[in-house]
């Protein structure tokens, strides 16, 4: 069993910044299978950011030059810096890890970007 819990939503100003932490209850140093996700209201579920098998990371077109993916080991944790947000990032965000052959997900984040 793996849990993964978010931390760092709130609301924040269009053109501003947050920070997302997801904390892992398992090593993550040699695991490359997670990443953000994001739904917005009335959407599907969607990838934001993810690590490759190669440990590089990708990530949505719509958020590319902004979100940044990272990785602390000693901590477990992997974050999502947000900056230059705009309104249409407004989500809950999900971080994801897969273990064993099964997806697990955090209980999400809620980021709420105002005009």
């Known amino acids: 069993q793996v849990q993964l819990v978010e931390s760092g939503g709130g609301l924040v100003q269009a053109g501003g910044s947050l920070r997302l932490s997801c904390a892992v209850s398992?090593?993550?140093?040699?695991?490359?299978?997670m990443g953000w996700y994001r739904q917005a209201p009335g959407k599907q579920r969607e990838l934001v950011a993810g690590?490759?098998?190669?440990?590089?990371?990708n990530y949505a077109d719509s958020v590319k030059g902004r979100f940044t993916l990272s990785r602390d080991n000693a901590k477990n944790t992997v974050y999502l810096q947000m900056n230059s947000l705009k309104p249409e990032d407004t989500a809950v965000y999900y971080c994801?890890?897969?273990?064993?052959?099964?997806?697990?997900w955090g209980q999400g984040t809620l980021v709420t970007v105002s005009s």
């Open positions: 994801a890890a897969d273990w064993g052959g099964r997806r697990y």
């Open positions: 398992r090593s993550i140093s040699s695991r490359n299978a």
């Open positions: 690590f490759t098998s190669g440990g590089s990371t």
